[in-house]
DNA sequence: GTCTATAGGCGGATAGAC
DNA sequence: GTCTATCCGCCTATAGAC
């Protein structure tokens, strides 16, 4: 009757608590924020006992910077993948199309990457560490591949590549916050592929 | 010893306590968010009785909600004044770095314009009515005046001036965030002025 | 290591005096 | 209209059995 793998009925191991709490908190966390998060729904979210979270987690706020670390440091870490060789003989406007599209797919497939960004920049204030910690994982990961491709390609001779680099990020990033994280697509409507279009032109048609 | 305008000891007005709580209520609810703050502490910070709080108020979410969409709708609306007509025979780079420097003036000069943004942006998925008044009044208004900008002024024959604006708009306010918002400055370290030339410079260099 | 049970306090909201 | 005093539920965190 012994399951070695999972599956197990005895309560001896802790490593599956702690990933049962993780989980449950990321839910609950995510969904409410953390002011309006109890460890009384986390504990049930992750069904076990309150005093279990408690004793793998010193405090809610240990718990939720656990929790968050990973989160940036794992999960939502490769905002894109590492570009092939092959890219730098495909023609710019292909490459940097794909790359904006990525980013935006991020956000809206990935159903729960809106409430992940909602927490990081709603908490930046009381949780300045997180927020930093998401800007050497995500933010700076992605200014530095998009530079690095913007040097390489020989069909690029861009003035300034990492400021190019971050007007291309900071684009694509404002248009998905105010398109679907604040709910703005009826409001100020615009196709993404406008927007896309217009950004790769600005860039491809000024390179020196 | 009436004293009809102001400074009057007796309890008989209610528009005074009005704006107590309000400014009350946006010290409190700014510092700390919605969920971490309690009415004991609005009513503290207003020198009113809780009670009182709750007879001008129905509740906390209406207290919550009036407070932000006044200061969408007052406060923070006019990131920018209106164009004066002479702007449109100033050299299109002097318009759009004074633009630029205006928008992230506020986010380093006014001291709680960077709380405002993190509740709006952090409260985006339990407050949407919120959102949507904050994208109409401050990133509509933004989106419009430049874009009418773009379409006058007689140096510039941009292609897509809306989508143009977007980009403007976005690249700026990204740049405050990571920079700011998010505590990235000695992360990913950027002169303003560099990130505003090279922007200006992509859009002039492509006029048709 | 994990549970049930509980301590102790603070939360939103209201009753009733003046 | 405004206050003081209070209700009651839920909160974080822990004690103690197994």
Do not use: W
Request: hydrophobic share 45%; aromatic share 8%.
């Amino acid at each position: 009757m012994e399951l070695p793998i999972s599956g197990r009925k005895d309560k001896s191991l802790s490593a599956e608590k702690t990933e049962a709490i993780l989980a449950g908190g990321m839910q609950e966390f995510l969904a409410h924020g953390y002011a309006a998060t109890s460890m009384d729904r986390v504990a049930i979210a992750a069904r076990v006992s309150k005093a279990t979270v408690y004793s793998h987690f010193q405090d809610k706020e240990s718990l939720f910077t656990a929790l968050i670390r990973r989160l940036v440091e794992q999960r939502f870490r490769s905002l894109f993948n590492d570009a092939e060789a092959e890219v730098l003989h495909t023609p710019p406007e292909i490459v940097l199309r794909a790359f904006a599209n990525r980013a935006l797919d991020m956000g809206t497939q990935e159903p729960q990457f809106l409430n992940f960004m909602r927490i990081i920049l709603g908490e930046s204030g009381r949780f300045p560490q997180l927020a930093r910690t998401f800007v050497s994982n995500v933010e700076q990961t992605s200014f530095k591949m998009l530079c690095q491709y913007f040097k390489e390609c020989p069909y690029l001779k861009l003035a300034d590549p990492e400021a190019t680099a971050r007007i291309f990020v900071g684009a694509i990033v404002h248009f998905l916050i105010v398109q679907e994280m604040l709910h703005g697509k009826d409001i100020v409507p615009m196709e993404r592929d406008r927007l896309i279009d217009t950004l790769v032109n600005l860039i491809v048609a000024n390179h020196q």
